[in-house]
Antibody, heavy 120, light 107 residues
Framework: EVQLLESGGGLVQPGGSLRLSCAASGFTFSSCAMSWVRQAPGKGLEWVSAIRGDGGSTYYADSVKGRFTISRDNSKNTLYLQMNSLRAEDTAVYYCAKEYKWLSDAFDIWGQGTMVTVSS | EIVLTQSPEFQSVTPKEKVTITCRASQSIGSSLHWYQQKPDQSPKLLIKYASQSFSGVPSRFSGSGSGTDFTLTINSLEPEDAATYYC?????????FGGGTKVEIK
């Protein structure tokens, strides 16, 4: 079964850091581009970051550029999002999503999400 | 950045009625437009990719059309389980963007 399982969310103070993980199973992870998408409480979807299957190219939304870093460990079938200098506006459910065939594609598989709350 | 404008934001519909949701892009994106369904407390699910291609396992009452800047998601004969928020998403260029969503309520 194709599955994505996020972890690492929680409560963090403004200015703090958090690292999210997304464990993939059921498909050839190293061949697939991946993204992080977030959803603030009661709001719509916002794309955050994407990475190519080999990790060679990365892209970021302007709202997180310079603060967040996407990476992957294909030997562990795991995607990461390192989040630094967190702000209240980063509070959201963070989903990892598999791109259908290539980088910048439809998202065909989504994880269940992990909640990040930035508050003092 | 390509802005996607969805309309309407909210729609209250009777079962078996037809639903039409539109998504307009701020510039031409070819057919790089995808549709998702999100039910409360669930992750989004892919319905339609590349404007009109149905994703595997999606009921045939869901269909998509359009190209360039104007796109449509149609739900023929709405079922009670179709109550959800629907989002469009463009993958033509970074940053990837989503429409604001259309909430469909069952009367």
């Amino acid at each position: 079964e194709v599955q994505l399982l996020e972890s690492g969310g929680g409560l963090v103070q403004p200015g703090g850091s958090l690292r999210l993980s997304c464990a993939a199973s059921g498909f050839t992870f190293s061949s697939c581009a991946m993204s992080w998408v977030r959803q603030a409480p009661g709001k719509g979807l916002e794309w955050v970051s994407a990475i190519r299957g080999d990790g060679g190219s990365t892209y970021y939304a302007d709202s997180v550029k310079g603060r967040f870093t996407i990476s992957r460990d294909n030997s562990k079938n795991t995607l990461y999002l390192q989040m630094n200098s967190l702000r209240a506006e980063d509070t959201a459910v963070y989903y990892c999503a598999k791109e259908y065939k290539w980088l910048s594609d439809a998202f065909d598989i989504w994880g269940q999400g992990t909640m990040v709350t930035v508050s003092s | 950045e390509i802005v996607l404008t969805q309309s309407p934001e909210f729609q209250s519909v009777t079962p078996k009625e037809k639903v039409t949701i539109t998504c307009r892009a701020s510039q031409s994106i070819g057919s790089s437009l995808h549709w998702y369904q999100q039910k409360p407390d669930q992750s989004p699910k892919l319905l339609i990719k590349y404007a009109s291609q149905s994703f595997s396992g999606v009921p045939s009452r869901f269909s998509g059309s359009g190209s360039g800047t104007d796109f449509t998601l149609t739900i023929n004969s709405l079922e009670p389980e179709d109550a959800a928020t629907y989002y469009c998403h463009q993958s033509s260029s970074f940053p990837l963007t989503f429409g604001g969503g259309t909430k469909v309520e069952i009367k």
